[in-house]
């Protein structure tokens, strides 16, 4: 029997991420990033069908997410880590670079997805910071 | 294991000479274990008919299994006679969920002003247990409860004994999460649980022509009923919690579209069938196949 599921809660937030025009990143209780949507796709340049799942050590560097001065951001200190570390909510502002080379300033907030068995993985939203592109 | 039927009708009971035949109380199903050990699964309506002692043995201890706390799958709580029994043990299972205990929950409906009955006046000895994350066991067969799409916490439940298997999800919507082909199985709501069982009952409420108008509400259409079965390869499947608008000759003729696209898919068309009331399944025959006993 097939065990590597995931759980509704997940496939649920998935679907409703489908539904948004808002970037959003999904991931499994291990960091793994199980999804991003077309909107997250047409920001970072890849859309998810392209890039597949990662763990965070991947994504957590590909997309080279860094602050105002041009700094790395290390893995444990973007908002999904952080969420998944102490199930409180996070949000800071940081930057991208795309898959194109072009870097995107956001605000991202992430925070638990918390159903009766627990936690089960996190979702972070992306808005587009205006003139930080 | 043997499964017997006490209700198929979806969302509200439709007595009337239109829904004789399919039978028209809500969710519940008995199934009798190989070592006899009696569970019900959900208490809608069709319970209140439901007897334990049909082959001259009454079981004092029975176990409810609830899928979720809709009132479809309650209602007949109240009218279940060995509730009012002081000899027996009654174990009531459930989703875990917010806003209380699961004996809270119910007490919601089994009290003022809903019921003239408080659930610690019950007289039978009963318990009340929130359905573990992990696989437990029951007599002789192994039980499994994984949420689902549906509206509320909602569990389907794979019931599984060394020569069969049943998995049980009277509501569902894998739909509402892409379209069921499409998704990778990881994504399909309910998947594992199905996964090559015996025997399937699963929520066809709506027709595909009516489904649009009903996205979103935690049913399923004929055709993702279908998809849903064919993507988990289950041996046999019940189509149930029939739409409380949906006549006999309605799902008769549901029955044939479903058969033809069953066999148009490569299925053989008689392992597709509607849920009736008071119809009997064998689960885990000599054949390892679910046979029909009536």
Known sequence: MATDQHPVEIILARGLMSNLVTPAFLVDLEGTLVFYNEAAGDLLGMRFEEAGPMPATQWGTFFVPHDESGAPIPVPELPLSRVLANGRPSHRQMWVRSTRGEDRGLEVSAFAIVGSAGMRGAMAIFWEAPGAA | MRLKLWGVRGSVPTPGPETLRYGGNTSCAQVTLSDGTQLVLDAGTGIRNLTLDENGHEPRRIHILLTHLHIDHIQGLLFFSPLFDSRMEVTIWGPAGPGGTLQDRIARYLSAPLAPVEVRELPCQLDFRDCPFTEWDIGTARIRAEAVSHRGPTLGFRISEPDGSLCYIPDHEPAFAGPIEQLPPAWVSGYSLALDADLLVHDC??????????????????????????????????????????????????LAVARARWQADGGAPRTIEMATELGEIEIGSSSNAATAAT
């Open chain 2, 205 to 254: 409420q709506y027709t595909d022509e009516e489904y649009p108008r009903h996205f979103g509400w935690g049913h399923s259409s004929l055709s993702d009923a279908l998809c849903f079965a064919r993507r988990t390869n289950v041996r046999r499947t019940l189509l149930s919690h029939h739409d409380p608008r949906h006549s006999d000759d309605e799902l008769d003729a549901l």
